[in-house]
């Protein structure tokens, strides 16, 4: 399979965060993934790091974007990568916003969920002016031990290229060779990678002003909230309503192909019994005319002669075949022939055999002499 790119979901976890800010901007350590002993190890969605190929391809960390897909305007909580399709070959993320770039990739040891691992993790410098309703949402998910999930995202060398992969690719275990790092997202989906996360956010917190921004903030929030709620309430109800009109019209599309498949279904078995049917007919057609070849070529015959063969017409009768007619035939003939033979030794010389009842042997009238008879032909 070739692959151009490919997106690999890690869970990041936040450590620290500090209240001070560095030019209007904060430095976030990520864990961009873990790297493993061999590809028999691998992430969920069945990629499998090598250290060598790490150590190798790192160098495009430095300048990556970090980003993010947000669904509404307050910009705070990511959803995914924003990826909005392939345009020439290329993957595009429209839907994305860069929220500050990567620095000082390195591979190291780090501590995940009380486990040592071997990861690469790098720097990201987050521009907290322009978004900090999310650096305020990863402030809280640290407050509150909670997990915040990521995703790498790497392409062929060159963009138009594909990945190349040790041993080629394959679904589970397959150890990307050749390849860029081109941006990481910070998303809210179920992620790939359970090792990856996010370090460190430059500094500590000041636990002082920490608890007294807090207070602050939690009291502007709650004005802030309610004058939210009132001016975008109409917004709301009506997006919730278009959605809501869209998830009944895809129940409605999907009900509506549901009863085409049962129907198609339906017609798919009718048809089956019957071609069974006419099948069925078929053969036993065959057999009968079969069976009627026979009954015509024996038809001349009498009950008597056709004595004989009685068994084997019956057993023909049962199962026809069409290579034991001429067998059967030929068998009357035989025995029509010996009997003949065995009335003119009884009889004696010059005896005239009389037919009583005209049959295809009506034109045997008289023998003169046994010597006369050369061989069964001379019957007929």
Known sequence: MIQNHELFSTPPVLCEISSKKKNGRRTAKFVLHEIFDSAENYQDNGISWKKEYTE????????????????????NIPFGHGMTGIEDGKPRFKDAVVLGSFKNPKIENVIINEKSILALTAEADIDELTYPNFVKWMEDKFLNNEVITGSVEIFGSEIENPIIYENEYKDKGRVPMDYIYGGYAVISIEPADKSAVVLELNGKIDEEDLKMDKEFEIAFQNIEGKISEISNLETKIAEITTLNEKITELNNTIEALKTQVTEKDNSIVELNEKI???????VEAEKQSIINELNEQIKNFSDEQKECVKEKIAAFNTSPDKSEINSIVNEIYMNIGKNALESKSNSGPETEINQKEKDIYGDIMEISKKSDLKNYSDLF
């Open 56 to 75: 190798k391809n790192m160098y495009s960390v430095i300048g990556m974007s970090l980003k993010a897909e947000f669904l509404d305007n307050e910009r």
């Open 276 to 282: 069974n049917t006419l099948n069925t007919k078929l």
